[in-house]
Structure formats: C-alpha cells, structure tokens
C-alpha cells in the first residue's frame, strides 16, 4: 500500500469519518507555567495531533468561568478564561489549525450557566416574580412554609436538584448548584444561544459539541418523576438512558435543533455538531440527527459494552441499523473527560492496556466517525489513588464518586513530573501525575514500535489511506468466526480489509482473513493472541 502524507478531509461533510481528538483544555498542555493546560499550550502541540493523524479537535470549555464544574459552568460564553487564556489566543490557535488542516469543534453549554453569570446574579437581585428571573427556572417551595423544593427532582451530582435563597424561592439546577438550569420556553435564551453560535463560527469554528443536548426543555408544569433516592433507593439519573424524565429528552427540545441547523448550514465548509445526549432508545437518541437538526450523537453504548464478543457484536450492530435509519455514520467513543478510561474499565493493568489496544483498532476500523480522548493514544490508565483533597470533581463532594482520575495532565516528556506538561523546569499541575506515566509520555513511545502511540499513529495512517475505510467504503460485513472472536470486513472494488478482534481465552488463527498489515499485539505463525485485534488486507 502507497504511505502518502495525510491529507485531511475537504469536503463538507468532513465530519462523517473523522477522527476527532477530545482535548481535555485544563489538562492538555501548559505553555505558561500555572499548572494550568491553555489555548497557547495547545497551539504548540498542534503539529503532535497532526502527527498522529486525527482531523479535528474538540475543545472542552475555555470560556470565563468560575471552575466549579471545570469549564461546564460558564459565565461568559463569548470571552476566554484567562487561566486558558484570550480571545487573541484562540484566534492563533484556529489559525495555526486550520493552516495543519485540523478542524476545532467547541464545546457549547447550552442547558445551564454558571451562577456567575450576569443573567444568574441578576435574577438572585430581582426578586420573585421578576422578568430577570423568568429566565431561569425559580419557583416556591412545597409546604405550608415554602420550605421543601417545588418538585421530587435530584441533581446528577446528587441531591436535589433545587436549592433555596434568601428570599425563600427555590431554583433548579440538575447538576451543581453552581449551574442554574436556563429556561429554553423563554425567547430571550434562544435567541441568545442563536448568537452564541453565530459569534463562534464567526470566528471559524468547524462545529459544536452539544452538552446535555437532551436536558434543555423541562415537561411543562415540571411534574414529580415519582420515585427517587428518597423513596425509592433508587437515583433518578440510573435510569438515565433507560426511562424518560421529565427534564430530559423531551420532544420540544427537537425545535431548538431546527432553529440551529440552519444557522450552521449559512456558513461555508461544512460546519456541525454533535449532541451529547442521553435517551431511552437508539431510537430516540437518532432523533438528534438529520438534515435539519443535528449532525452527530455520541453512541455510548459502545463506550458501555462489557468486555465480551456479543456485547460488543450487540451494540455495534444497533448502531449501525440505527445510522442507516437516520442516513449519518454512528459515532464511536470509548473515553471521555466523564468516564473512567477504557485501559481501567477493561481490567486496568496488563490485561486492561491489551484489551483497550484492542478495542481501539475495533473502533477505528468501523464506519463513521470515531472520538478520540486524550491520552488513549497513550495508553493511559485511570489514576485511582488521587488523594481526596486533591479531588476537584464537584460530583465528588455529593456522591463519593470522581471523574479526576481521567482528568490528570497527559506526560509529555522527562523524567520527572508532571512530564513536560508545562515549560521548561515547571513542576506544577493542577492534578499530580503518578510516577509510572514517565515510561507512558510522548517522548518515550514515540519511536517505539510497539508502543500504544505508534500502533494509533499506524491505525490512523491505514484508516485515511485505504480504501475500504473510507467514508464511502463498503459497511461492514460480518465474517464466520470462532466463538469469542469478532470479525467483519469492509471492501472497496476489489480490496477488503478485515478485522479481527479475539474476545476468547485462547490464540486464534487469522491468515484465511488476508495478509496483516497492523496488529495491537505481535501475531507470531499467523496467530492472533488473546486480547488483540489485527487488521488485514486483501487485493
Ligand atoms: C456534561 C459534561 C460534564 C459536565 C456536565 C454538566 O455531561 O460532559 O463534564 O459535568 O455536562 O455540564
Ligand atoms: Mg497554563
């Protein structure tokens, strides 16, 4: 096969098969010192993502923002924190990407603000009653004395999700009280957000990752769920996925999408967005998607499938149905800044890096666009032993449980801590990064040919060059295997590549599949070892 230098996607539909690289901002890359990823710490590391082949990155939140939720608690959405940052900054970044033929989606916070927000601190000094506050959802309490919340609804962070001021009335807000819930019945907001958007593609940016993209209308007259921690046992948001609530998913949030899409679809070169939301059913989670709302939905079931052939099998054949329904390619993702990362949740250690290495090169071969977070092409593992106090997670506090472990600063480079995540001779980090990531930087698997990197940087190099992965490739064929072994093809004209993943507990045998030309583990007399996937071609 012909090695060419990349050349990134044009087309307007770019989108469809990208692979989009999720950097985690305050994490990332530190260019002044504070312990603090930044915009400018970015721009550096740009050609680091060129390299490794992705197409595009998604910013998680840089904008002005108080940090109680890192990021996702914004208090203006049209300036840059200056922990991240300027607006100068971002400029150079875009700049600087788009000159590498990366693309940057942003991250947009429609569903709440911070409670720093001019609009949140405005309503808190109106009073009851007052068009300041309307654009929040306030209410009275239940009770004679006003003094328990106006409905049954619990935080995803824990507890309820209303909290008490001074003046008695009660606001909602499902994640931390940090994060009043906007009122979208209210026309101020939307046409607010509508402006919102304009201001970022204004300033070129190639799409909007949508967060809590199902949460932003609440049933009217915000009736009880009926059940909860309270009553029940059972947290309201376990059911996330599986139940309908009625703050989220419903129907009249598919009228926001109708007036975005239209304003995406006026400006030139193909600008999109991805929803993260959460539905009963891939069914109702396609809805999100089409022509005239939006382009993309996280398909997290892949993300939650067990370790096992049919598991795997399972969910990936649902999204595949689902993507032919609705006419847009599934996309994958296997770790995010929300979820403990795949090397853990795989089994942590050896057997966890094997099986997320594996798994990797499954999700790269598929069809349709895959999000990458990172550090997987590092191999990271979770930090499980960061010590409470270091802990920043608000959901922490609430509910005892973290998602700091995914968020450690990703090594770079050098011997010691925090491994060239900021400049020269700086030690500091906002989460401290454990001894063992010296052996797992940038500096110490580039070059290395088995290391986690360089099997990205070869998966990735494969998947824009062939054919039979390319975005009009054939879909996916599932081929006859052994039990616990998947293993699907995809052709264009006459050249197939096939990939084979082995779930089973002993080495299989692949060499009726074609000739091998990547593997997440060495294959040694045409055998595929436990926990490994390969790819293979034939002409
Ligand atoms: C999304 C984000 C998460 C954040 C939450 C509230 O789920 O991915 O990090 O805490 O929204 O904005
Ligand atoms: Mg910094």
Redesign the pocket.
């Known amino acids: 096969m012909a090695v060419s230098t990349i050349t990134p996607p044009r087309t307007d539909d770019w989108w469809r098969s990208a692979v989009v690289y999720q950097v985690y901002v305050r994490s990332f890359a530190d260019s002044d010192g504070d312990g603090v990823g930044d915009l400018a710490g970015i721009r550096e590391r740009l050609p680091y993502l060129r390299d490794l082949g992705v197409d595009a990155l998604w910013l998680t939140p840089f904008y002005t923002s108080p940090m109680v ?2 990021g ?2 914004v208090a203006d959405y049209r300036d840059v924190d200056p922990m991240f940052g300027t607006l100068a900054d971002f400029d150079a970044m875009i700049t600087d990407a788009h000159a590498l033929g990366l693309r940057i989606i942003v991250d947009l ?1 429609p ?2 603000t911070s409670s720093a927000h001019r609009w949140f601190v405005d309503a808190l000094a109106a009073g009851p009653g007052s068009p300041e506050r309307a654009r929040y959802h306030f209410a009275d309490g239940r009770g004679e004395h006003g003094d328990r919340p106006p409905n049954d609804w619990e935080s ?1 962070f824990g507890g309820p999700a209303w909290t008490r001021i001074a003046d008695g009335q009660w606001y909602l807000h499902l ?1 931390d009280p940090a ?1 009043p819930d906007l009122n979208w019945r209210h026309p101020e907001v939307r046409a607010e957000f509508e402006d919102v958007l304009r201001f970022w593609l204004d300033r070129g940016v190639d799409g909007f990752r949508v ?2 993209a199902h949460g932003m209308i609440k049933a009217e007259g915000l009736p009880d769920v009926g059940f909860g921690t309270a009553t029940t046992g059972q947290r309201q948001v376990d059911l996330l996925g599986r139940a309908r609530l009625p703050y989220f998913d419903q129907d009249e949030v598919h009228e926001i999408y109708r007036a975005w899409r239209p304003i995406l679809d006026s400006y030139p070169g193909g600008r999109m967005a991805v929803a ?1 939301a959460w539905a009963e059913t891939p069914q109702r989670l396609a809805r999100y998607i089409g022509p005239d709302e939006l382009h993309q939905a996280f398909s997290f079931d892949f993300l939650d499938a067990t370790w096992s052939a049919d598991s795997f099998r399972k969910v990936i054949d649902t999204a595949l149905a689902e993507a032919t329904v609705v006419g847009a390619p599934t996309t994958w993702v296997l770790s ?3 979820k403990q990362r795949h090397v853990t949740r795989y089994g942590d250690g050896a057997e966890g890096l094997r099986r997320a290495r594996a798994a990797s090169l499954l999700m790269l071969a598929l069809p349709g666009s895959a999000y990458l977070y990172q550090g997987e092409e590092l191999g990271l593992p979770e930090v499980l032993d960061l010590p409470d106090e270091l802990r920043q997670d608000p ?1 922490f506090l609430r509910t005892g449980e973290s ?1 700091d472990g995914c968020r450690v600063p990703i090594p770079w480079s050098g011997e010691l801590a925090p491994y060239g995540f900021g400049p020269a001779g700086s030690e500091l980090s906002w989460l401290p990064a454990p001894a063992t990531w010296r052996a797992l930087s940038v500096a110490a698997q580039a070059g290395t040919p088995d290391s986690t990197l360089e099997l990205y940087r070869a998966a990735l190099r494969i998947r824009h060059e062939h054919p039979a992965l390319a975005v009009d490739a054939g879909e996916v064929t599932w081929l006859p295997a052994e039990p616990g072994v998947l293993a699907f093809s995809r052709t264009a004209g006459t050249t197939a590549l096939t990939c084979v993943v082995n779930l089973s507990g002993a080495p299989v045998a692949i060499d009726g599949y074609g000739e091998p030309i990547v593997a997440s583990a060495p294959l040694t007399d045409h055998l595929l070892p436990i926990d490994a996937s390969a790819w293979l071609e034939r002409r």
């Open positions: 939720d890192g996702y608690d916070v569903n709440h995803i994640f994060q967060d809590v993260e995010n800044h929300d959901a998602r």
